[in-house]
């Protein structure tokens, strides 16, 4: 298929899965009984990429990317070994391989009640593959933007920071937006922990986030865009306040990912930093109060 062909019927099938959202919903969702009072925040070792997996108290899950392609038994090893059989939602934050490609394996696999996206238009055989799997699956598809909640439990709020709701003339408008710019942003909160995933969201987004005054505080900071430098300026950082950052990076990676000036901005600011190419899997919880970083 030829670069515009494809990027048509990417438009469309976007389309037609918003189109029949309103005619699905969180109808089945199976609800896990845990003997516990902890939100678990599990950031899975994919190498160069992201995949994030937030736990409630009561059981309900929340996939956040999932690494490349190569990554997705990986993901769902981790899944299958938490017990979890069924993910309540998938948020796919922008359409790069290192993000979705590994949520394919996971959409055949396991069954997902509801997927949240960007819609970013974009043409590659893996974000293709990845919409045309949620499609024939008759998975509600919802376009995430800002002011958007996320139903995920009474317990625990997931607002959608980014991208924004615009006109097609509007400069911030998705299909205007670089991939990464396109990122969809979630705050996190439970009780009085929270928690921000920026996806690969660079200066330009945070610069409009902080002209709205859209930036809210976050105990714990996933580093947008693997800790490049294109990222977490100290402007930004600065109304973060974050004393637990978050790098998804993959070892020995040919991009110098992370950046030395963003491990210099987050030393400066005494918070921890924790690596998934040092440390491997991490995995924080918190109990409305205070997060731990469990062994």
Known sequence: MKRFGRLMWLCLVVTLLIAVVGCSGFSHIRVLELDSDLLTVTFIDVGQGDSILIRTPSGKTMLVDGGERTAGNEVVRVLREKGIQRLNVIVGTHPHADHVGGLIRVLQKLPVDVVYDSAKPYSSKTYEDYLRLIYDKDIPFHAARAGDEILLDDSVKVSVLWPPHTDAGDPFHIEKLSVNDA????????????????????????????RKGSVPEAQVLKIAHHGSATSSSGAFLNIVKPEIAVICVGADNTYGYPHRETIKSLTGMGCEILRTDIHGTIVLQSDGRTWTVKP
């Open 183 to 210: 990122s969809v942003i979630l705050h996190i909160s439970f009780g009085e922990s929270t928690l921000l995933l920026t996806g690969d969201a660079e200066t330009m987004v945070e610069k409009e986030l902080i």
